[in-house]
């Protein structure tokens, strides 16, 4: 059975602090599919992004990056000089290659995220 | 702005009575999902169509009754639902590429239906 796990349930910072958002998943699939999305109080999840599970390569975009280790079968994201735009509830999810059209998610707990002056 | 647009915003409905919700894309995606997310819980998946078929129910109640009527439109009829019922309601596409395979597709949400069961 798949599970993601978000240990951290509520994170406070101050403007323009870095913050990591943690991500631990399980899985007995060697395809699989790691994705970040962000829920601000309108209540839409935004994707955020996509890994596979064979491209370990870490990405950057803008002050967002993410780092994938599947030694540690951990997909952290890492906010850079955080902003009070980016408070909002972070889900990682997990969802598994198969047959079909549709995809099926395996979400977090999920962070809330909340940036202050 | 999302491009997948959920109607009614918010829902007050007693335990007698039926209702739907509505949801609507226009970007051409064959993949429609609905989802329910109680508060301070992630989104819980119930329903997935894939090409306007029905492709998986995660052993939802029967008081919910999905319908998609085209590649569009997404409906969820609701009868003689339960307090517990209570929720925020969100609808999801995706492309659903035949050949991609399940699983490596993004989803794309609509703001969802606060749903209140009296």
């Known amino acids: 059975a798949q599970k993601v796990t978000q240990a951290q349930t509520e994170i406070s910072v101050v403007e323009k602090e870095d913050v990591t958002l943690d991500c631990v998943y399980e899985?007995?699939?060697?395809?699989?599919?790691l994705f970040w999305y962000k829920q601000p109080p309108s209540g839409e999840l935004v994707f955020l992004i996509r890994r596979n599970s064979f491209d370990e390569q870490n990405e950057i975009s803008g002050r967002y990056s993410w780092n994938f280790q599947k030694s540690t079968s951990s997909f952290n994201f890492t906010i850079t000089a955080s902003q009070v735009v980016d408070s909002a509830v972070y889900f990682c999810?997990?969802?598994?290659?198969?047959?079909?059209?549709?995809?099926?998610?395996?979400f977090g707990t999920g962070t809330r995220l909340q940036v202050t002056l | 702005d999302t491009e997948v647009t959920q109607t009614p915003k918010h829902l007050v409905m007693g335990m007698t009575n039926k209702k739907s919700l509505k949801c609507e894309q226009h970007m051409g995606h064959r993949a429609m999902y609905w989802y329910k997310q109680k508060a301070k819980k992630p989104p819980e998946l119930m329903f997935v169509y894939s090409y306007e078929k029905l492709s998986i129910n995660e052993s939802v109640p029967s008081r919910f009754s999905p319908e998609c009527p085209n590649s569009s439109l997404l409906n969820l009829h609701l009868h003689a639902l339960q307090p517990e019922d209570s929720a925020l309601y969100l609808c999801?596409?995706?492309?659903?590429?035949?050949?991609?395979?399940?699983?490596?597709?993004?989803?794309?949400f609509g703001s969802g239906t606060q749903l209140s069961v009296l």
């Open positions: 899985t007995r699939d060697t395809t699989y599919y």
């Open positions: 999810a997990l969802s598994e290659r198969g047959t079909g059209t549709a995809s099926k998610l395996t």
């Open positions: 999801a596409s995706s492309q659903g590429r035949p050949g991609q395979g399940r699983g490596y597709e993004k989803l794309f």
